[in-house]
């Protein structure tokens, strides 16, 4: 009897902390941009970039080819793409992050939107469909049948960290690979490695201690799991350095790419109570699934999650931060379908870009 008191009282006093958050003011919106232009509705946007390696062993980048493929890029297009390292990963590799604007070199007043891949080192056609993304944009910038890339070069800061994850994509792994001292970094011996990032921001982190029997199927403290959160919000090189990036720029709109689900998902995934925003997300979620055809959701309806990467950036940000559940595996094999993923999620992208003009 005592023990469901005490359970019931836990679970009130969370009710009260969920309704009484509230957000900063809606300094950035108005409610005329409630409806989205959609230009780009699918023939607009030509696209017949071909993926460059197509031997299926080969499909996907290792994260040194990665490297130098950017690099190269960046060099070929100066004028218009810089490579930079936000961080450092445990095993030493650089966190890249690819601006493509024009002024390149400038922060202008311009919108800036974000597209991350690999919070999953598993999820490999995350970064691809990033990758394939810099190539198409910064190839087609002085190309006359593709007026749309270079209106949205010009217009707008386009932010990529196409790998998120670098350590757990070289070893195919979802989590990263520090070591662990403990559920709560207290251990001494190293106990197991490795942190699930996206359950590693800070937002409502501390709500498994509350609800531990909603969330605990898809995060954990339990350091040797899958979905393990860490000792502490942001105690991962990789969300920290996301975290600093997302907080000195002024980002308005974003896509985190995972894989799989066919799904696109907005915020909230630690409550069904909807976004203040709800009706804007929609807008702009049913307008990527006229080119991707996934399934439009509030992100909590896959499962209930904790410390993900876009609740964090809409509460304390107030970016419009999405989550887009790649294709129907982690990896394709089949070079046609990786391609399709990337060429309709270019277009996807150049359609964010367009989208930002008018947030
Ligand atoms: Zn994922």
């Known amino acids: 009897m005592k023990k469901t008191y005490i359970a019931l009282s836990l679970v009130f006093i969370g009710m009260m902390l969920i309704e009484s958050y509230s957000f900063p003011s809606a300094g950035k919106l108005s409610a005329s941009l409630k409806t989205a232009p959609l ?24 994260y040194s080819e990665m490297t130098a493929l950017l690099q190269s890029l960046a060099a070929t297009y100066p004028d218009i793409m810089s490579v930079s390292s936000i961080g450092e990963t445990y095993e030493g590799r650089n966190l890249w992050l690819v601006k493509i604007s024009d002024n390149v070199n400038q922060d202008e007043q311009e919108p800036g939107v974000l ?24 190839e087609h910038y002085d190309n006359a049948s593709t007026p749309e890339v270079r209106t949205s070069i010009n217009a707008t800061q386009i932010y990529l960290i196409p790998m998120v994850n670098p350590d757990g994509v070289e070893r195919d792994m979802r989590k990263d690979r520090e070591p662990n001292h403990g559920s709560f970094g207290f251990r001494r011996q190293v106990t197991s490695y490795g942190v699930d990032l996206n359950r590693n921001y800070g937002q409502h982190w501390l709500y498994l201690f509350l609800f531990p029997y909603i969330f605990s199927g898809s995060t954990s403290w339990v350091d040797s799991s899958d979905v393990y959160r860490g000792p502490w919000p942001f105690s ?8 600093q990036f997302v907080i000195t720029h002024n980002i308005s709109l974003s896509i985190s790419y995972h894989s799989y689900g066919e799904l696109v998902l907005y915020p909230w995934g630690y409550t069904t109570r909807p976004p203040k925003d709800k009706s804007l997300f929609v807008s702009i979620g049913s307008n990527i699934s006229t080119f991707d055809k996934y399934q439009v959701e509030q ?16 509460a304390t940000q107030r970016i419009f931060a999405f989550t887009i559940e790649l294709g129907t595996s982690y990896a394709p094999s089949d070079p046609e379908v990786l391609q399709n993923l ?10 964010i870009c367009q989208r930002a003009q008018t947030l």
Request: hydrophobic share 30%.
């Open 342 to 351: 990337c060429v309709n999620h270019t277009i996807v992208n150049l359609y």
């Open 236 to 243: 991962a090189n990789e969300t920290k350095a996301v975290r």
């Open 39 to 62: 230009s780009y509705a699918g023939q607009g946007v030509n696209i017949q970039h071909q993926i460059q390696t197509t031997q299926p062993t080969d499909l996907y980048h290792t």
């Open 299 to 314: 992100s909590i309806r896959l499962y209930p999650t904790l410390g993900d990467s876009c609740d964090w950036m809409y």
């Open 115 to 138: 597209f991350m891949g690999a919070h999953h080192g598993n999820e490999k056609s995350s970064y691809e469909v990033c990758l394939y993304f810099i190539q198409y944009m910064v």
